[in-house]
């Protein structure tokens, strides 16, 4: 990294740029070629720069929990595998060009995209677990968690402590 090297104006946009999107300062400053200690030194320096700096952050906040949310409630593909393979999609609308017949299920090519490209057979996943945090932040009076410590009586410690020496014969 170049810490004594100067930022242009256009490398602080950058920066800007990749903290909206992920916000990881680190990140976001190696991907413009600087320590992130630099990037601090500007920020405690540069009112306008730190202002823009926070709402970056925000903005790329804001996108994580939007994509949580997706992974969550929406679910993300994930392939199938079977014995450690991924397994692709077949193309049961393709036609044998001898006899200008569907292929039977079990003969039926695998599916290729518009590059050529095998497709994956995929499963949508959700997340069970960024669903409860989401649940926890936005509805926290429902969904904390919550222990009730409730004690009633009395409680004599040093009859108690007492009491156990004799019986440990101390």
């Known amino acids: 990294m170049s810490e004594g090297r100067p930022i242009t104006p256009e490398k602080l946009e950058q920066f800007l740029h990749h903290l909206s999107e992920m916000p990881n300062v680190t990140r976001a400053a190696r991907l413009i070629g600087h320590a992130r200690k630099v990037m601090y030194d500007i920020k405690n320096r540069d009112p306008e720069f730190s202002s823009a700096w926070d709402e970056a952050l925000e903005e790329g906040i804001d996108n994580a929990e939007a994509m949580v949310h997706r992974r969550a409630f929406q679910g993300?593909?994930?392939?199938?595998?079977?014995?450690?393979?991924?397994?692709?999609?077949?193309d049961y609308a393709a036609v044998d060009p001898e006899t200008g017949q569907p292929y039977p299920p079990h003969l039926a090519p695998l599916l290729r995209d518009d590059l050529g490209?095998?497709?994956?057979a995929t499963v949508k996943e959700y997340s069970d677990p960024l669903a409860i945090?989401?649940?926890?932040?936005?509805?926290p009076d429902k969904y904390r968690e919550r222990s009730d410590?409730?004690?009633?009586?009395?409680?004599d410690i040093a009859n108690t402590i007492l009491a156990a020496r004799k019986r440990s014969g101390g």
């Open 76 to 90: 993300a593909d994930r392939p199938l595998t079977h014995q450690g393979q991924i397994t692709y999609q077949r």
């Open 117 to 120: 490209q095998l497709v994956p």
């Open 133 to 139: 945090f989401l649940l926890k932040a936005h509805r």
């Open 149 to 155: 410590v409730n004690v009633t009586g009395q409680i």
